[in-house]
């Protein structure tokens, strides 16, 4: 599955895998190349389970390689035990010692090798575009054109779709923005209260521009509720 084969979602795993490879890697760091073992209990909270987990890290080191490099290797499956040393031994690899894993640890950990996490979190926000300081893909509103991670949609300008992306990317994801906002930034008159017409546009733009984002491949950006709207990430 190459860069632009990836789904939303896997994005999302990636984004959250990244950051849990960031906070493991804190425990032996000192280890070369970098050891990292992730609980499988840690990834299950983020709803991703062991065999994803290793499918997502073979996308991302097809993603992110520029070279023959392999910048995060799976361990789970080589641990073995040679001489009373615990260690690695791919299959028609050689042997290597992990001293800070035990036999039988592979089955409670994804366990990981990664060289150069500096260069993994560069490659991961610049190739995927995703930012991992907050586990998550990020959207923006720049040139007429809104973008999640690495998909896009341009929108015409000097229309209601326009004017209300104006107003949703001029604060924070999931900030709520209330209705009486975006209407005045969409009809540029005052709104003067929740008749049925005036929330049907708002919601038209909303449902709208949700389904020509979901063409794309982003799913839901805008939501709303109780008279605000939302943009979820």
């Given at each position: 599955?190459?860069?632009?084969?990836?789904?939303?979602?896997?994005?999302?795993?990636?984004?959250n895998?990244?950051?849990m490879?960031?906070?493991?890697?804190?425990?032996?760091?000192?280890?070369?190349?970098?050891?990292?073992k992730?609980?499988?209990?840690?990834?299950?909270?983020?709803?991703?389970?062991?065999?994803?987990?290793?499918d997502?890290i073979?996308?991302?080191?097809?993603?992110?390689?520029?070279t023959e490099?392999?910048?995060?290797?799976?361990?789970?499956?080589?641990?073995?035990?040679?001489e009373?040393?615990?260690?690695?031994?791919?299959?028609?690899?050689?042997?290597?010692?992990?001293?800070?894993?035990?036999?039988?640890d592979?089955?409670?950990?994804?366990i990981l090798?990664v060289?150069?996490?500096?260069e993994?979190?560069k490659?991961?926000?610049?190739f995927?575009?995703?930012?991992?300081?907050?586990?998550?893909?990020?959207?923006?509103?720049?040139?007429g054109?809104?973008?999640?991670?690495?998909r896009?949609?341009?929108?015409?300008?000097?229309?209601?779709?326009?004017?209300?992306?104006r107003?949703v990317?001029?604060?924070?994801?999931?900030?709520?923005?209330?209705?009486?906002?975006?209407?005045e930034?969409v009809?540029?008159?005052?709104?003067?209260n929740?008749?049925?017409?005036?929330?049907?546009?708002?919601?038209?733009?909303?449902?709208?521009?949700?389904?020509?984002?979901?063409?794309?491949?982003?799913?839901k950006l805008?939501?709303?509720?109780?008279?605000?709207v939302y943009?979820?990430?």
């Open positions: 599955m190459t860069q632009n084969q990836l789904t939303q979602k896997q994005e999302e795993q990636i984004s895998l990244i950051g490879i960031i906070s493991q890697s804190k425990l032996f760091p000192e280890s070369k190349p970098l050891l990292v992730i609980p499988f209990s840690l990834l299950q909270g983020v709803h991703i389970s062991p065999s994803e987990a290793k997502l073979r996308s991302l080191n097809r993603s992110i390689e520029a490099k392999v910048y995060v290797e799976v361990l789970n499956g080589t641990i073995v035990e040679y009373g040393t615990v260690g690695t031994m791919p299959r028609g690899g050689t042997f290597a010692e992990l001293e800070e894993v035990d036999v039988g592979d089955k409670e950990s994804l090798w060289n150069d996490l500096e993994v979190k490659r991961t926000e610049s995927l575009a995703l930012d991992i300081s907050k586990t998550g893909l990020k959207s923006s509103y720049e040139n054109e809104i973008r999640v991670g690495k896009s949609l341009k929108i015409r300008q000097n229309t209601n779709d326009a004017d209300f992306c107003v990317f001029a604060v924070k994801p999931s900030i709520p923005i209330s209705w009486a906002d975006v209407w930034a009809k540029d008159t005052p709104f003067d929740f008749r049925d017409k005036n929330l049907k546009v708002i919601e038209n733009i909303i449902s709208n521009l949700n389904k020509k984002l979901k063409a794309v491949g982003v799913d805008f939501s709303q509720r109780k008279h605000m943009r979820n990430y």
